[in-house]
Protein backbone atom coordinates (compact mmCIF):
# COMPACT_ATOMS: atom_id res chain seq x y z
CA UNK A 1 0.00 0.00 0.00
CA UNK A 2 1.40 3.40 -0.74
CA UNK A 3 0.26 4.68 2.46
CA UNK A 4 2.82 2.87 3.98
CA UNK A 5 5.68 3.98 1.99
CA UNK A 6 4.05 7.85 1.99
CA UNK A 7 4.49 7.34 6.01
CA UNK A 8 8.40 6.03 5.68
CA UNK A 9 8.84 8.83 2.99
CA UNK A 10 7.46 11.33 6.08
CA UNK A 11 9.69 10.20 7.97
CA UNK A 12 12.37 10.66 6.04
CA UNK A 13 11.45 14.72 5.42
CA UNK A 14 10.70 14.97 9.50
CA UNK A 15 14.40 13.24 9.69
CA UNK A 16 15.95 15.62 7.51
CA UNK A 17 14.66 18.65 9.09
CA UNK A 18 16.15 17.31 12.54
CA UNK A 19 19.42 16.30 11.59
CA UNK A 20 19.75 19.68 9.76
CA UNK A 21 18.27 22.41 11.92
CA UNK A 22 17.80 21.59 15.35
CA UNK A 23 16.16 25.28 15.92
CA UNK A 24 13.69 24.90 12.90
CA UNK A 25 12.89 21.52 13.95
CA UNK A 26 11.82 23.12 17.34
CA UNK A 27 9.81 26.02 15.38
CA UNK A 28 7.60 23.53 13.31
CA UNK A 29 7.22 21.57 17.06
CA UNK A 30 5.20 24.87 18.03
CA UNK A 31 3.05 24.69 14.87
CA UNK A 32 -0.20 22.82 15.12
CA UNK A 33 0.01 19.09 14.74
CA UNK A 34 -1.57 18.87 11.56
CA UNK A 35 0.28 20.97 9.61
CA UNK A 36 3.54 20.10 10.93
CA UNK A 37 4.13 17.43 8.77
CA UNK A 38 3.51 19.46 5.53
CA UNK A 39 6.16 22.16 6.72
CA UNK A 40 8.70 18.88 7.39
CA UNK A 41 8.13 17.75 3.63
CA UNK A 42 8.92 21.59 2.51
CA UNK A 43 11.64 21.28 4.21
CA UNK A 44 13.02 18.33 3.30
CA UNK A 45 13.08 19.40 -0.28
CA UNK A 46 14.50 22.80 -0.32
CA UNK A 47 17.34 21.55 2.38
CA UNK A 48 18.16 18.50 -0.55
CA UNK A 49 18.43 20.98 -3.24
CA UNK A 50 20.47 23.69 -0.98
CA UNK A 51 22.94 20.64 -0.12
CA UNK A 52 23.45 19.71 -3.85
CA UNK A 53 24.73 23.12 -4.85
CA UNK A 54 26.54 23.74 -1.35
CA UNK A 55 27.64 20.31 -0.05
CA UNK A 56 28.72 17.59 -2.58
CA UNK A 57 32.43 19.05 -3.73
CA UNK A 58 33.98 15.84 -5.09
CA UNK A 59 30.76 15.39 -7.19
CA UNK A 60 29.40 16.37 -10.43
CA UNK A 61 26.85 19.08 -8.62
CA UNK A 62 25.61 19.91 -12.33
CA UNK A 63 24.57 16.57 -13.29
CA UNK A 64 23.11 15.30 -9.52
CA UNK A 65 20.95 18.68 -9.67
CA UNK A 66 19.82 17.91 -12.97
CA UNK A 67 18.81 14.53 -11.82
CA UNK A 68 17.17 15.79 -9.09
CA UNK A 69 15.12 18.10 -11.32
CA UNK A 70 14.31 15.69 -13.35
CA UNK A 71 12.95 13.60 -10.58
CA UNK A 72 10.79 16.48 -8.97
CA UNK A 73 9.07 16.76 -12.69
CA UNK A 74 8.70 13.40 -12.86
CA UNK A 75 7.29 13.15 -9.10
CA UNK A 76 5.36 16.11 -9.16
CA UNK A 77 3.55 14.58 -12.86
CA UNK A 78 3.13 11.09 -11.59
CA UNK A 79 2.17 12.23 -7.71
CA UNK A 80 4.75 9.44 -6.71
CA UNK A 81 8.51 9.26 -6.75
CA UNK A 82 11.12 6.61 -4.92
CA UNK A 83 12.83 9.19 -3.41
CA UNK A 84 11.43 9.54 -0.49
CA UNK A 85 11.90 13.43 -0.37
CA UNK A 86 10.24 14.18 -3.49
CA UNK A 87 7.84 11.89 -2.72
CA UNK A 88 6.30 13.36 0.57
CA UNK A 89 6.96 16.90 -1.28
CA UNK A 90 4.89 16.01 -3.94
CA UNK A 91 2.17 15.51 -1.02
CA UNK A 92 2.31 18.70 0.23
CA UNK A 93 2.27 20.31 -3.53
CA UNK A 94 -1.01 18.66 -4.66
CA UNK A 95 -2.87 19.02 -1.02
CA UNK A 96 -2.20 22.42 -0.53
CA UNK A 97 -2.28 23.46 -4.37
CA UNK A 98 1.57 25.03 -4.22
CA UNK A 99 2.01 26.84 -7.53
CA UNK A 100 4.47 25.65 -10.34
CA UNK A 101 5.82 28.81 -10.10
CA UNK A 102 7.22 29.13 -7.10
CA UNK A 103 8.69 25.80 -7.40
CA UNK A 104 10.52 27.34 -10.33
CA UNK A 105 11.99 30.21 -9.27
CA UNK A 106 13.20 28.32 -6.39
CA UNK A 107 15.03 25.74 -8.52
CA UNK A 108 15.85 28.57 -10.50
CA UNK A 109 18.05 30.22 -7.88
CA UNK A 110 19.33 26.90 -6.56
CA UNK A 111 21.01 26.37 -10.21
CA UNK A 112 22.28 30.07 -9.94
CA UNK A 113 24.60 28.93 -6.84
CA UNK A 114 26.01 26.53 -9.28
CA UNK A 115 27.55 29.17 -11.90
CA UNK A 116 27.15 32.35 -10.10
CA UNK A 117 29.23 33.31 -7.25
CA UNK A 118 29.09 37.28 -6.59
CA UNK A 119 26.04 39.47 -7.01
CA UNK A 120 26.92 42.80 -8.44
CA UNK A 121 23.22 44.69 -8.70
CA UNK A 122 20.20 44.63 -6.73
CA UNK A 123 18.03 43.35 -9.30
CA UNK A 124 20.42 39.96 -9.10
CA UNK A 125 20.40 40.13 -5.53
CA UNK A 126 16.30 40.51 -5.00
CA UNK A 127 15.87 37.98 -7.85
CA UNK A 128 17.96 35.34 -6.28
CA UNK A 129 16.40 36.38 -2.21
CA UNK A 130 13.02 35.83 -4.04
CA UNK A 131 14.17 32.52 -5.81
CA UNK A 132 16.16 31.05 -2.40
CA UNK A 133 13.39 32.17 0.29
CA UNK A 134 10.70 34.79 -0.42
CA UNK A 135 8.76 31.70 -2.11
CA UNK A 136 9.52 29.00 0.30
CA UNK A 137 7.90 31.32 2.76
CA UNK A 138 4.98 31.57 0.15
CA UNK A 139 4.86 27.70 0.37
CA UNK A 140 4.54 27.38 3.90
CA UNK A 141 2.08 29.98 3.40
CA UNK A 142 -0.37 27.88 1.45
CA UNK A 143 0.18 25.28 4.23
CA UNK A 144 -1.05 27.87 6.82
CA UNK A 145 -4.01 29.12 5.38
CA UNK A 146 -5.63 25.69 4.12
CA UNK A 147 -7.02 26.58 0.98
CA UNK A 148 -8.21 30.05 1.81
CA UNK A 149 -6.68 32.18 -1.09
CA UNK A 150 -8.21 35.85 0.29
CA UNK A 151 -5.83 35.30 3.15
CA UNK A 152 -2.89 33.95 1.32
CA UNK A 153 -3.12 37.20 -0.91
CA UNK A 154 -3.72 39.03 2.57
CA UNK A 155 -0.27 38.04 3.81
CA UNK A 156 1.82 37.12 0.96
CA UNK A 157 3.89 40.44 1.57
CA UNK A 158 4.20 39.61 5.09
CA UNK A 159 5.72 36.27 4.37
CA UNK A 160 8.08 37.17 1.31
CA UNK A 161 9.79 39.78 3.32
CA UNK A 162 9.62 37.43 6.73
CA UNK A 163 11.67 34.74 3.88
CA UNK A 164 14.15 37.56 2.78
CA UNK A 165 14.75 38.63 6.64
CA UNK A 166 15.94 34.84 7.53
CA UNK A 167 17.56 34.75 4.32
CA UNK A 168 19.54 37.60 4.98
CA UNK A 169 20.57 37.06 8.48
CA UNK A 170 22.08 33.62 6.96
CA UNK A 171 24.23 35.19 4.49
CA UNK A 172 25.48 37.84 7.33
CA UNK A 173 26.25 34.90 9.51
CA UNK A 174 27.53 32.28 7.63
CA UNK A 175 30.01 35.05 5.45
CA UNK A 176 32.87 33.02 6.41
CA UNK A 177 31.74 29.77 5.42
CA UNK A 178 30.50 31.33 1.84
CA UNK A 179 33.16 33.47 1.16
CA UNK A 180 35.82 31.06 2.21
CA UNK A 181 34.60 27.25 0.85
CA UNK A 182 31.70 28.44 -1.44
CA UNK A 183 33.61 31.72 -3.48
CA UNK A 184 30.44 33.32 -3.20
CA UNK A 185 29.30 36.87 -2.02
CA UNK A 186 25.95 37.99 -1.77
CA UNK A 187 25.46 41.46 -0.88
CA UNK A 188 25.82 43.38 -3.51
CA UNK A 189 28.04 46.64 -3.70
CA UNK A 190 29.89 45.07 -0.76
CA UNK A 191 33.62 43.77 -0.56
CA UNK A 192 33.72 41.25 2.04
CA UNK A 193 37.44 41.60 2.48
CA UNK A 194 37.00 44.98 3.75
CA UNK A 195 33.56 45.08 5.57
CA UNK A 196 33.30 48.06 7.81
CA UNK A 197 30.82 48.65 9.94
CA UNK A 198 29.00 51.03 8.15
CA UNK A 199 28.72 48.63 5.10
CA UNK A 200 27.65 46.10 8.23
CA UNK A 201 25.08 48.99 9.77
CA UNK A 202 23.57 48.89 5.61
CA UNK A 203 23.07 45.40 5.84
CA UNK A 204 21.89 44.94 9.10
CA UNK A 205 19.18 48.18 8.45
CA UNK A 206 17.83 46.53 5.47
CA UNK A 207 16.95 43.20 7.55
CA UNK A 208 15.55 45.32 10.35
CA UNK A 209 13.28 46.77 7.28
CA UNK A 210 12.10 43.41 6.46
CA UNK A 211 11.31 42.03 9.71
CA UNK A 212 9.43 45.44 10.75
CA UNK A 213 7.51 45.10 7.60
CA UNK A 214 6.82 40.93 8.27
CA UNK A 215 5.52 41.62 11.76
CA UNK A 216 1.88 42.54 11.32
CA UNK A 217 1.47 39.35 8.79
CA UNK A 218 2.53 37.11 11.62
CA UNK A 219 0.02 38.84 13.94
CA UNK A 220 -2.81 38.00 11.22
CA UNK A 221 -1.65 34.47 10.91
CA UNK A 222 -4.17 31.38 11.58
CA UNK A 223 -3.61 30.34 15.32
CA UNK A 224 -2.46 26.65 13.98
CA UNK A 225 0.28 28.66 12.32
CA UNK A 226 1.08 31.85 14.67
CA UNK A 227 3.08 30.42 17.81
CA UNK A 228 5.61 28.64 15.77
CA UNK A 229 6.30 31.06 13.11
CA UNK A 230 6.71 34.02 16.13
CA UNK A 231 9.26 31.74 17.72
CA UNK A 232 11.22 31.73 14.50
CA UNK A 233 11.08 35.50 14.28
CA UNK A 234 12.11 36.05 17.21
CA UNK A 235 14.93 33.67 17.34
CA UNK A 236 16.32 35.29 13.97
CA UNK A 237 16.02 39.10 15.49
CA UNK A 238 18.03 37.56 18.13
CA UNK A 239 20.59 36.22 15.82
CA UNK A 240 20.70 39.84 14.24
CA UNK A 241 21.20 41.40 17.71
CA UNK A 242 24.06 39.45 18.13
CA UNK A 243 25.09 40.37 14.75
CA UNK A 244 24.65 43.55 15.56
CA UNK A 245 26.85 44.04 18.54
CA UNK A 246 29.88 41.94 16.98
CA UNK A 247 32.33 43.94 14.84
CA UNK A 248 32.55 43.69 11.41
CA UNK A 249 35.89 41.96 12.06
CA UNK A 250 34.61 39.38 13.57
CA UNK A 251 31.72 38.73 11.81
CA UNK A 252 34.32 38.26 8.64
CA UNK A 253 36.20 35.63 10.85
CA UNK A 254 33.45 33.20 12.89
CA UNK A 255 30.04 32.42 13.03
CA UNK A 256 27.76 34.05 15.32
CA UNK A 257 25.13 31.41 17.20
CA UNK A 258 22.64 31.48 19.81
CA UNK A 259 23.36 29.26 22.26
CA UNK A 260 20.95 26.24 23.52
CA UNK A 261 20.18 28.34 26.84
CA UNK A 262 19.73 31.26 25.34
CA UNK A 263 17.39 29.65 23.05
CA UNK A 264 15.49 28.05 25.99
CA UNK A 265 14.60 31.13 27.60
CA UNK A 266 13.20 32.98 24.08
CA UNK A 267 10.94 29.76 23.31
CA UNK A 268 9.56 30.43 27.04
CA UNK A 269 9.03 33.84 26.27
CA UNK A 270 7.43 33.00 23.02
CA UNK A 271 5.38 30.94 25.07
CA UNK A 272 4.00 33.54 27.62
CA UNK A 273 3.40 36.10 25.22
CA UNK A 274 1.29 33.87 23.19
CA UNK A 275 -0.46 32.42 26.27
CA UNK A 276 -1.03 36.18 27.08
CA UNK A 277 -2.57 36.60 24.01
CA UNK A 278 0.19 39.40 23.28
CA UNK A 279 0.98 38.79 19.57
Known amino acids: MKSLFDTVSFECSKNVTRTYSTSFTSAVKMLAPPIRQDIYNIYGFVRFADEIVDSFHDYNKEELFDLFEKDLAAALENKISLNPILNSFQHTVHKFHIPDDLIAAF ?3 MKMDLVKTNYNTDAEYKE ?4 SADVVGL ?6 VNGD ?34 SRTY ?20 I ?18 K ?22 EEIKNTRIRVSDYQKMQLFAKCYFSYKLNSI
Open 227 to 248: FGVYTAYIYYKKLLSKLKKTPS
Open 208 to 225: EADFEASYQGIINLPIEA
Open 149 to 182: DTKYQELKEGAMRLGSAFQKVNFLRDLKADYEDL
Open 187 to 206: FPNTDLTKLDEASKQNIISE
Open 128 to 131: YIYG
Open 107 to 109: MKS
Open 139 to 144: MCLKVF
